[in-house]
C-alpha cells in the first residue's frame, strides 16, 4: 500500500484530525493533559490559556488546508501519469 494510495490515505487523515481538532481544540488539550499525567503529578491542576486553545485551533486550520493540498496533488498526479515508482530505498525505477 506504498506510493500514492498511502499518501492519500496520510492526507485523509491529515483533513480528519484538523477537522475534528478544530471543532473541539479543548479534547486536543485534555488528551495532551492526559497524556502527561502518565509521566507527572498534579496535572489535573493544568488549564490551558484561551491563546493555546486559539494556536491548537489555528494548527488544526492548517492541517486540513495540508490534508486537501495533498489530495488535490495526488488526485492531479493519478490523473496525468506522473507518478513514478519507487523502490524500497526511495529510488526511481
Excluded: W
Aim: net charge neutral; proline share 4%.
Amino acid at each position: 500500500m506504498r506510493g500514492p494510495n498511502c499518501r492519500k490515505m496520510a492526507a485523509v487523515a491529515a483533513v480528519v484530525q484538523g477537522v475534528v481538532t478544530a471543532i473541539a481544540p479543548r479534547a486536543g488539550a485534555e488528551l495532551t493533559r492526559r497524556m502527561l499525567s502518565q509521566n507527572f503529578e498534579n496535572t489535573e491542576m493544568l488549564e490551558p490559556d484561551p491563546g493555546y486553545i486559539r494556536q491548537i485551533r489555528a494548527l488544526s486550520i492548517g492541517m486540513v488546508a495540508a490534508g486537501i493540498a495533498g489530495v488535490a496533488l495526488e488526485r492531479v498526479g493519478t490523473a496525468d501519469g506522473s507518478h513514478q515508482q519507487t523502490d524500497t530505498a526511495g529510488e526511481e525505477r
